[in-house]
Nanobody
Framework: QVQLEESGGGLVQAGDSLRLSCGAS????????MGWFRQAPGKGREFVAR????????DYADSVKGRFTISRDNAKNTLYLQMISLKPEDTAVYYC???????????????WGQGTQFTVSS
């Protein structure tokens, strides 16, 4: 059973930086993609970024391009999301998920973490 656990949330100010981590256990994702999603208050879940676990290929939502960087440490089985120039609209619960599959035009994960909340104050 794959387990994903996010950490790194909290309260930051606009313009700050923050790094989220997601530890994975119980599985390997050699030829698959892992990703980050977020859900802001009162809104639906939104794709943020994904990374090929072996290839390192990355894709980002337009709203975070240039500010967020997804990365992984294969040896530690850990996924990261480095965020800079944070904005109040980045406030959300952030989830890591994977392996990712394309379902009905959107990305979805076979497994999900419990989420980590962070708030960006203006």
């Amino acid at each position: 059973q794959v387990q994903l656990e996010e950490s790194g949330g909290g309260l930051v100010q606009a313009g700050d930086s923050l790094r989220l981590s997601c530890g994975a256990s119980g599985g390997t994702f050699t030829s698959q993609f892992m990703g980050w999603f977020r859900q802001a208050p009162g809104k639906g879940r939104e794709f943020v970024a994904r990374i090929g676990w072996s290839s390192g290929r990355t894709d980002y939502a337009d709203s975070v391009k240039g500010r967020f960087t997804i990365s992984r440490d294969n040896a530690k089985n850990t996924l990261y999301l480095q965020m800079i120039s944070l904005k109040p609209e980045d406030t959300a619960v952030y989830y890591c998920a994977g392996p990712l599959r394309r379902v009905g035009g959107t990305w979805n994960g076979d497994y999900w973490g419990q989420g980590t909340q962070f708030t960006v104050s203006s």
